[in-house]
């Protein structure tokens, strides 16, 4: 199979699952355990929570891990409103349905304002600064769509949110490793098997001060703040993962803007969706005209891409991303999404393109 969903999710690195093994055998002390063994895992979880934190760039603050990046944006939106009067949710209408559906259910005793974006996929500042006022409890900003791969301009709407006392979580489940984080958000959100490590963990960065209200109850294992028993195996995977980012970041960069430039000419005949110039170069969502494109990902068998979101895709709704860039329907419907990255090659993005362009070309 040739892989090319890498937003959806990505190969488990070897070096991930070299160190995950010891925890998933021998090794299986529970980490909240006061004896020899469960130090043992306790203190393989601060290794990784620091190769978390460093691959972030972040020196301060604190950083929880959790079940899974949906559950740290549910945990931050849910956990940071509400209280000294503010009572408004700032978001945009291209981010994840984690945020969205959060946002949506907390609408009900809330107030929800949800931005449109323009056609490239970049939500207006100047609504921003209309939507955002005293009221205002939390803005939400994607860093990298997961759809479309544009990148939103997370510190600029920071420093507005800022302006009107708001904090800001920024999700950055796509942007983690691949692109500049955010300096100035006070919550950021990124999962592990984004970036070659296990599924099943996320963690939740938060700034000095910054502690949202517990969203799980029954113990308050994770820094006091969330509660469960934590698993050394994957939190090992997680923080190898985050070191092999660090030690790899340039040599991926290079090959990912390799292969942007490669994609791009097999492509000529396809429209890209959202911002050309405004977006992180390992996403590819581009329609044609009359294209079937549900037909042409079950013709182009041994090719693994996609219509957009893993999470909405068996919907058979035109993506609500798609359609928040005006696009109608049928365009939407005409639409694919190629994703690649460290462990694409060359040759296989080009027979891949060769081979999705031969199967539009029969429809």
């Known amino acids: 199979m040739i892989y090319l969903d890498y937003q959806a999710t990505t190969p488990l690195a070897p070096e991930v699952e070299a160190a995950m093994r010891p925890w998933l055998g021998e090794k299986f002390a529970n980490p909240h355990a006061p004896y020899t063994a469960g130090r043992e895992a306790a203190a393989a979880i601060e290794v990784a929570r620091d190769q978390v934190m460093r691959a972030l760039g972040k020196s301060s603050g604190q950083l929880a891990f959790t079940g899974s990046a949906t559950e740290a944006l549910n945990w931050a939106i849910k956990g940071s409103v509400g209280e000294d009067g503010r009572d408004e949710i700032v978001t945009i209408a291209t981010e994840h349905a984690a945020v969205l559906d959060t946002v949506q259910y907390l609408g009900r005793t809330l107030n929800v304002h949800i931005l449109?974006?323009?056609?490239?996929?970049?939500?207006?500042?100047?609504?921003?600064?209309?939507?955002?006022?005293?009221?205002?409890?939390l803005v939400a900003a994607m860093l990298v769509n997961n759809?479309?791969?544009?990148?939103?301009?997370v510190d600029e709407i920071a420093a507005i949110a800022h302006d009107a006392g708001a904090l800001v979580l920024c999700d950055a489940v796509q942007g983690f490793g691949r692109i500049d984080l955010p300096r100035h958000a006070d919550m950021i959100a990124i999962s592990a098997h984004k970036v070659h490590g296990p599924k099943a963990i996320g963690a939740l960065w938060m700034a000095e001060g910054i502690a949202p209200e517990p969203l799980i109850h029954g113990g308050g294992q994770e820094l006091g703040?969330?509660?469960?028993?934590?698993?050394?195996?994957?939190?090992?995977?997680?923080?190898?993962?985050?070191?092999?980012?660090?030690?790899?970041?340039?040599?991926?960069?290079?090959?990912?803007?390799?292969?942007?430039?490669?994609?791009?000419?097999?492509?000529?005949?396809?429209?890209?969706?959202?911002?050309?110039?405004?977006?992180?170069?390992?996403?590819?969502?581009?329609?044609?005209?009359?294209?079937?494109?549900?037909?042409?990902?079950?013709?182009?068998?041994?090719v693994a891409f996609s219509l957009g979101?893993?999470?909405?895709?068996?919907?058979?709704?035109?993506?609500?991303?798609?359609?928040?860039?005006?696009?109608?329907?049928?365009?939407?419907?005409?639409?694919?999404?190629?994703?690649?990255?460290?462990?694409?090659t060359a040759d296989e993005l080009a027979e891949a393109l060769d081979r999705i362009n031969a199967a539009a070309d029969a429809q």
């Open 116 to 137: 449109p974006v323009g056609r490239d996929g970049i939500v207006d500042l100047d609504a921003l600064r209309h939507a955002v006022g005293p009221k205002t409890a």
């Open 147 to 153: 759809e479309i791969g544009v990148v939103q301009p």
């Open 225 to 302: 703040l969330r509660s469960g028993t934590l698993s050394p195996a994957l939190c090992a995977g997680f923080g190898a993962a985050a070191k092999l980012l660090l030690k790899q970041a340039t040599e991926d960069r290079e090959h990912v803007e390799t292969l942007w430039e490669q994609a791009r000419l097999p492509l000529a005949d396809w429209t890209m969706n959202g911002s050309i110039d405004q977006r992180y170069h390992g996403n590819l969502n581009v329609r044609r005209e009359g294209l079937d494109a549900a037909r042409l990902i079950s013709e182009v068998r041994g």
């Open 309 to 344: 979101s893993a999470c909405a895709s068996g919907s058979g709704r035109p993506s609500h991303v798609l359609r928040a860039l005006d696009l109608s329907d049928r365009e939407a419907r005409s639409s694919i999404r190629i994703g690649f990255g460290r462990y694409t």
